[in-house]
């Protein structure tokens, strides 16, 4: 079945950029996702990513695809406490059901 | 719109002990999925549903059963509680079945 992983963990300072990767084995995944949760709470949808475009942006947040390497990344540009979470990778692995990586923690110091 | 509402937040089941997690959504959603959350894991697909009527099998099903017999809802039954289903539970629901909402969780404890 698809495998999605991620790095576990990254610590920024506020201001910095934050880069989150993401890695799938599915290369039939249609849609790509980034969510995010927040401690106690449910899951946000942050942006998507379809699988025919390399690159989408939204304000503050840039996602990269690399289809031939199957990498997924998100930038989170002047990155502030507030964007302390959990951050899941995510693709289509069927119509309407996800697969999710596990997650990578953000901790962004002031 | 209340978009997608889980109950109840938290609950304290006995092994053995049976439940249903309720989750709804007004959004005349057609696909709606549960999933599971623990530690270290990510999410797990536990059942879902692409239309009332219509259910299908997740990547971790056994100890769960599910129904839809409307639109809005799709409860989620635990039939024999074991410590193992110890975890947190989302919700979530889909227009096009890609772009997918979840709900804010049942936080369940079995002991």
């Known amino acids: 079945g698809e495998d999605v992983e991620q790095s576990l963990f990254l610590s920024v300072r506020e201001g910095d950029s934050s880069v989150i990767n993401c890695t799938y084995t599915?290369?039939?995944?249609?849609?790509l996702y980034w969510y995010k949760q927040e401690p106690g709470a449910g899951l946000q949808l942050l942006t998507y990513?379809?699988?025919?475009?390399d690159m989408k942006q939204d304000q503050r947040l840039t996602v990269l695809l690399n289809k031939k390497d199957k990498h997924l990344s998100l930038r989170i540009a002047d990155t502030q406490t507030g964007d302390s979470a959990i951050y899941f990778c995510?693709?289509?692995?069927?119509?309407?059901?996800?697969?999710f990586g596990k997650g990578t923690m953000l901790l962004v110091s002031p | 719109n209340a978009g997608v509402t889980q109950t109840p937040k938290f609950q304290v089941l006995k092994t053995g002990q049976s439940m249903t997690l309720q989750c709804a959504q007004d959004?005349?959603?057609?696909?709606m999925s549960w999933y599971r959350q623990d530690p270290g894991m990510g999410l797990r697909l536990i059942h879902y549903?692409?239309?009332?009527?219509?259910?299908d099998q997740g990547e971790v099903p056994n100890g769960y059963n599910v129904s839809r017999s409307t639109t809005e809802d799709f409860p989620l039954r635990l039939l024999s509680a074991a410590p193992s289903q110890t975890s947190v539970y989302f919700c979530?629901?889909?227009?096009?079945?890609?772009?997918?909402?979840f709900g804010p969780g049942t936080r369940l404890t079995v002991t």
């Open positions: 979530a629901s889909s227009y096009n079945g890609y772009e997918q909402y």
């Open positions: 549903s692409v239309g009332a009527g219509i259910t």
């Open positions: 959004m005349n959603h057609e696909y």
């Open positions: 995510a693709v289509n692995s069927g119509y309407s059901t996800l697969t």
């Open positions: 990513i379809f699988s025919n475009m």
């Open positions: 599915d290369s039939s995944s249609t849609y």
